[in-house]
Antibody
Framework: EVQLVESGGGLVQPGGSVRLSCAASGFRFNNYWMNWVRQAPGKGLEWVANINQDGNEKNYVDSVKGRFTISRDNAKSSLYLQMNSLRAEDAAVYYC????????WGKGTTVTVSS | SYELTQPPSVSVSPGQTARITCSGDALPKKYAYWYQQKSGRAPVLVIYEDDKRPSGIPERFSGSTSGTMATLSISGAQVEDEADYYCYSTDSSGNHFVFGTGTKVTVL
């Protein structure tokens, strides 16, 4: 079964850091682009970042550039999002998605930014 | 920054056709994708590359494009189709990805 499982979310103070993980199974991970997408409470979907198959091409939404870093470990079939200098507006459910157009999604992990 | 504009809401009676539009300047050259998101759940891809339907998606879901507008149609809408729907595409550079503003579909 094709599956994505996010983890690492939780309560973080403003200015703090957190690292999200996405564990992939059921498909050849290194064949696919991967994405992070977020959804703030009561709001719409926002694409955050993506990374190509070997990790040498990365794209970010302007609001997270310089603060977030997407990476992957193909040997572990895992995707990561390092989030630094967190702001209140970064609070959201974070989803990982497979392929450039996200044909498979995880269930998400929640990041809360509050003091 | 690039934007994709959708109507906030669409209402349709059961069995009728719901049409959701998505407007963006780069759509004549970039594919549109559509996602369904039910309350509290992760999104599900329902249309890719403008008009293709993933396996397992009912035939009543279809996509089309014309100029700067993409349209998701739900023919013979059912109560179970009530959800938020989002379009997705890229700007002309292909490096900036964006979701549409989202449309809440009500079937009643």
């Amino acid at each position: 079964e094709v599956q994505l499982v996010e983890s690492g979310g939780g309560l973080v103070q403003p200015g703090g850091s957190v690292r999200l993980s996405c564990a992939a199974s059921g498909f050849r991970f290194n064949n696919y682009w991967m994405n992070w997408v977020r959804q703030a409470p009561g709001k719409g979907l926002e694409w955050v970042a993506n990374i190509n198959q070997d990790g040498n091409e990365k794209n970010y939404v302007d609001s997270v550039k310089g603060r977030f870093t997407i990476s992957r470990d193909n040997a572990k079939s895992s995707l990561y999002l390092q989030m630094n200098s967190l702001r209140a507006e970064d609070a959201a459910v974070y989803y990982c998605g497979r392929s450039r157009y996200m044909d498979v999604w995880g269930k998400g992990t929640t990041v809360t930014v509050s003091s | 920054s690039y934007e994709l504009t959708q109507p906030p809401s669409v209402s349709v009676s059961p069995g009728q056709t719901a049409r959701i539009t998505c407007s963006g300047d780069a759509l004549p050259k970039k594919y549109a994708y559509w996602y369904q998101q039910k309350s509290g759940r992760a999104p599900v891809l329902v249309i890719y590359e403008d008009d293709k339907r993933p396996s397992g998606i009912p035939e009543r879901f279809s996509g089309s494009t014309s100029g700067t507008m993409a349209t998701l149609s739900i023919s013979g809408a059912q109560v179970e189709d009530e959800a938020d729907y989002y379009c997705y595409s890229t700007d002309s550079s292909g490096n900036h990805f964006v979701f549409g503003t989202g449309t809440k579909v009500t079937v009643l």
